[in-house]
């Protein structure tokens, strides 16, 4: 049995009952999946990457991402910006969000904010990064986390660094992705340098690349040591991920979840929580992407995924699950 594994997280003066973590995925982890992943077990969860910029200036559209589900007692809020200044300018709005957590985005690697010196750009300056979260520290309570990589490239490996002035700055976890910004996703994520980090530091780390499935997070945290578990791809389509892991963490059975009647009546909970969240026209565009990952990879899926690509309604939808339902 694995249960020394399933534990408490304290984040500076926040205590997370649980170790199994939603990723902060943009495009994705948007208020009804993050209900539908608490409601399966997720032990806390992150916005999608907020901008800082848009924040300070008091967009309605950025504002709406950093709202919580009704069944969301906590959430952290995750931002990317590439300046102290432009936390200080952001700090009144962010605070409004009431964030359980603060959480700094070092390690997106989408140009257009690695040009801005945003997201993964923060590797190549960790004393940057370190005024930011002492900025953000300097103002509230609220912990301050940090999300990063392992480096900029394979040439530029610096995470020990990072780390080191991320915490002085004040940082009170560190959840760190096993590969470069060079590597973006592809390739198998580094858990030696994870293993290695943990080893080094007091504070919490969490572990994120490559957790696809139960086994992988359990695995995670034996071989590393890591003090929970982030939840990304793994968790796309498949909210299951953390009921699955808390179980085989305590030696409990798992309810049998594969089959396709169980992942199509999720995958309808799912679209019935993002209409009450967004409105039908809205839920109805912008969940295709959400809802064909319940069915990847089943037989006769792909039939499945063309009339999900083609809905429009939560009518249509509906009589879409309903044909595939027990068949
Ligand atoms: C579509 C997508 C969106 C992501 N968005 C974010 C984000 O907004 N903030 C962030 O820190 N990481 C983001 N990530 C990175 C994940 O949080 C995670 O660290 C990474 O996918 C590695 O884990 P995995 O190999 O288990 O998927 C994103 C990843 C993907 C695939």
Redesign the pocket.
């Known amino acids: 049995m694995n249960n020394q594994h399933f534990k408490s997280i304290n984040i500076g003066n926040v205590t997370i009952k649980g170790n199994l973590f939603l990723?902060?995925?943009?495009?994705?982890?948007d208020k009804a999946f993050r209900s539908i992943c608490i409601d399966h077990g997720a032990s806390f969860t992150?916005s999608?990457?907020v901008s800082a910029e848009a924040l300070a200036r008091k967009s309605e559209k950025t504002k709406k991402l950093t709202e919580r589900a009704e069944n969301e007692k906590l959430l952290g809020i995750?931002i990317?910006l590439p300046d102290a200044d432009t936390a200080k300018r952001a700090i009144p709005e962010l605070l409004r969000t009431n964030p359980t957590v603060i959480?700094i985005?070092?390690?997106?690697p989408v140009p257009k904010v690695v040009k801005n010196g945003a997201?993964s750009a923060l590797m190549r300056t960790p004393e940057v990064a370190k005024e930011i979260i002492k900025t953000i520290t300097g103002e509230t309570d609220i912990p301050v986390t940090v999300?990063f990589r392992t480096g900029w490239d394979l040439d530029s490996i610096n995470y020990l660094h990072f780390a080191e002035s991320a915490i002085k700055g004040g940082a009170s976890l560190l959840?760190m992705?096993?590969?470069t910004r060079s590597q973006g996703?592809s390739g198998e994520?580094d858990w030696e340098s994870i293993k290695n980090l943990k080893s080094n530091f007091d504070v919490p780390v969490v572990g994120?690349?490559?957790?696809?499935s139960a086994e992988?997070a359990v695995k995670m945290m034996e071989t590393t040591g890591v003090d929970g578990v982030?939840?990304?791809?793994?968790a796309?389509g498949n909210p299951f991920i953390f009921e699955r892991t808390k179980n085989l963490l305590l030696g409990n059975e798992s309810p049998p979840i594969d089959s396709m009647d169980i992942k199509i009546q999720t995958a309808w909970e799912h679209i019935s929580k993002a209409v009450h969240y967004k409105g039908e026209q809205t839920a109805c565009r912008e969940i295709k992407k959400q809802l064909c990952s319940y069915t990847k990879g089943e037989k006769g899926s792909a039939a499945l995924r063309n009339k999900i690509v083609r809905a429009e309604t939560l009518k249509d939808y509906k009589e879409i699950f309903e044909e595939y339902l027990s068949l």
């Open positions: 990723a902060p995925l943009a495009g994705f982890t992150y999608e990457m995750q990317f959480d985005n070092c390690g997106c997201g999300k959840t992705h096993g590969r996703y994520a994120s690349g490559n957790i696809f992988d982030l939840f990304a791809r793994g796309m």
